[in-house]
């Protein structure tokens, strides 16, 4: 009598429907032929990916700029990224299950077309307002966007090697497209204008547009379910009061009731949407998605490893410009390690072992990688070159996040029923989008207390001097690297107890309609 591998369940995106079955004998169904366009679709998703991950810091060096240009105020310029981050994170999962609804494929180029637009509107912003609203609809179809990127490319890669290297490119994009946008950000603002980095995202997505039809294949949409409006309320009015107050605890304190309302709101709204969720005829969130324990172990990875990671390139990019005297240019440039040793961690390490290595070897060998840079970069001091700490520290953590994104998004998209793809995808999407709001704000908080701690104790007269202020700067990053790479080793810690299955030998088809 033949036995199961551990974690042989998983070896198909959906669940077998055969009857009689038992658990030490099941039929394996026949693999689909692959679709010869899939390489060509893999690029078009790639490019979507790549303008919606860049988007999320491509802005970041060109505020200072925009903030000048159009007269904003300095407690009003955090909305050019919050209105971003609060329309995306808070509409993702009303996004999936709309691509799962309307077909994957058709919300891609509504999303795609949605978002171009959006960008043109921002950047010919004619004051905050426009700018602002233009950064919510780039949110609003950001969310609509993403999940149906990654569930279609979940469902046209079936192939175990193939669809290895299809995630290792997504995973590379996933987590280096925010050095890409700090890279980009910095070259458009020095040699063009701010107005550029929302510019940049209209070529890119009429490219997207272009591909889209021709290369990419989908069902067209379950015609018999329906939107269920109720959770959706609930789940996305949640996740709003969340990313809103995360977002206004670094200006206001955390202890404002400005950032508690909206904190608790958003926790009893969420606890009312798992409640609902539970009871409705078609949920929003399907809850066997979360209660998988490999998924959920990895969507667990996926959240502890963007809080631990995003802090880096804020602080980075302070330490650079402000500590270093680095132009624009030369901060986005600095950044070019991180994104290089994403791009060989997923494609050329985690893409070739994750058809014969444990997911959780790699996630977990990741997470320690990157912690171990987050402790280099703690050591840093305001005389510090980039070469013998900034350089190795970055390459640590760009092999570490590419190590660890990719089996994480192979592996929480897997063993998914295909109508449900789409909302996977959002969830995926939502944990990291929240990871890193999350982990920006508390990180930061850490070090903005850290530094008037140390400049509490070490100035003396009435005003400091500019070393000892970056002194003291430097003092509260180092202490927040060291609380980030806490974080990282946890993440180890959950993948290794929770990710125990091997990588799935089969994805799921969705044959187009």
């Given at each position: 009598m033949s036995k199961k591998r551990p974690g042989e369940e998983y070896l198909s995106s959906a669940p077998s429907t055969a009857t009689g079955s038992s658990p030490d004998h099941e039929v394996p169904a026949a693999t689909p032929a692959p679709d010869?366009?899939?390489?060509?679709?893999?690029?078009?998703?790639?490019?979507?990916?790549?303008?919606?991950?860049?988007?999320?810091?491509?802005?970041?060096?060109?505020?200072?700029?925009?903030?000048?240009?159009?007269?904003?105020?300095?407690?009003?310029?955090?909305?050019?990224?919050?209105?971003?981050?609060?329309?995306?994170?808070?509409?993702?999962?009303?996004?999936?299950?709309?691509?799962d609804l309307v077909g994957r494929k058709r919300t891609f180029v509504i999303g795609l077309a949605g978002f171009a637009a959006a960008s043109a509107l921002g950047g010919a912003a004619a004051g905050p307002g426009m700018l602002f609203a233009a950064r919510a609809l780039q949110g609003a179809f950001a969310a609509v966007l993403a999940p149906s990127a990654l569930s279609l490319l979940a469902t046209t890669f079936t192939d175990p090697k193939e669809r290895a290297r299809a995630f290792g490119v997504y995973g590379a994009l996933a987590g280096g497209g925010s050095a890409v946008g700090l890279i980009v950000g910095g070259l458009l603002t020095e040699y063009l204008n701010w107005r550029w980095s929302l510019y940049v995202n209209v070529p890119i997505a009429l490219a997207a547009l272009l591909g889209a039809p021709a290369f990419l294949r989908d069902r067209s949409g379950r015609r018999s379910g329906h939107l269920d409006v109720p959770g959706a309320l609930l789940g996305c009015g949640g996740l709003v009061a969340l990313v809103y107050g995360f977002s206004e605890a670094?200006?206001?304190?955390?202890?404002?009731?400005?950032?508690?309302?909206?904190?608790?709101?958003?926790?009893?709204?969420?606890?009312?949407?798992?409640?609902?969720?539970?009871?409705?005829?078609?949920?929003?969130?399907?809850?066997?998605?979360?209660?998988?324990?490999?998924?959920?172990?990895?969507?667990?990875?996926?959240?502890?490893?963007?809080?631990?990671?995003?802090?880096?390139?804020?602080?980075?990019?302070?330490?650079?410009?402000?500590?270093?005297?680095?132009?624009?240019?030369?901060?986005?440039?600095?950044?070019?390690?991180?994104?290089?040793?994403?791009?060989?961690?997923?494609?050329?390490?985690?893409?070739?072992?994750?058809?014969?290595?444990?997911?959780?070897?790699?996630?977990?060998?990741?997470?320690?990688?990157?912690?171990?840079?987050?402790?280099?970069?703690?050591?840093?001091?305001?005389?510090?070159?980039?070469?013998?700490?900034?350089?190795?520290?970055?390459?640590?953590?760009?092999?570490?996040?590419?190590?660890?994104?990719?089996?994480?998004?192979?592996?929480?998209?897997?063993?998914?029923?295909a109508q449900d793809a789409g909302v996977a995808s959002a969830v995926l999407n939502t944990v990291q989008q929240m990871g890193a709001s999350l982990g920006t704000v508390l990180l930061n908080t850490i070090a903005t207390s850290a530094t008037g701690r140390y400049l509490h104790s070490h100035v003396r007269g009435p005003d400091a001097d500019g070393a000892t202020l970056d002194q003291g700067m430097v003092h509260g990053f180092s202490v927040a690297y060291r609380c980030s790479a806490g974080v990282l080793l946890l993440a180890a810690l959950v993948a290794g107890l929770t990710v125990w299955h091997r990588t799935p030998k089969h994805a799921g088809h969705d044959a187009p309609a």
């Open positions: 010869p366009k899939r390489w060509w679709a893999l690029a078009v998703i790639a490019l979507a990916q790549l303008m919606v991950i860049l988007d999320g810091t491509v802005v970041n060096i060109a505020l200072p700029s925009a903030q000048r240009a159009l007269g904003m105020s300095d407690a009003h310029r955090q909305w050019v990224i919050t209105a971003y981050t609060l329309a995306f994170g808070g509409l993702l999962l009303l996004g999936g299950r709309i691509a670094e200006p206001r304190g955390w202890s404002s009731p400005s950032v508690l309302t909206p904190l608790v709101a958003g926790v009893v709204l969420l606890a009312a949407f798992v409640w609902w969720q539970s009871r409705a005829a078609s949920p929003l969130l399907p809850l066997r998605i979360v209660r998988d324990r490999v998924r959920a172990g990895s969507l667990a990875t996926m959240g502890l490893a963007t809080i631990g990671m995003f802090g880096v390139f804020l602080f980075l990019t302070y330490y650079l410009q402000v500590v270093l005297g680095y132009p624009p240019v030369r901060t986005g440039l600095a950044f070019v390690p991180i994104s290089a040793g994403i791009v060989i961690g997923a494609t050329q390490i985690a893409a070739r072992l994750l058809t014969r290595t444990a997911p959780r070897t790699l996630m977990s060998s990741g997470m320690v990688l990157a912690a171990a840079g987050m402790v280099l970069l703690s050591s840093l001091t305001v005389h510090t070159q980039y070469v013998t700490h900034v350089l190795p520290a970055l390459l640590l953590l760009g092999l570490g996040m590419g190590l660890t994104f990719m089996p994480v998004y192979a592996t929480a998209t897997a063993g998914v029923p």
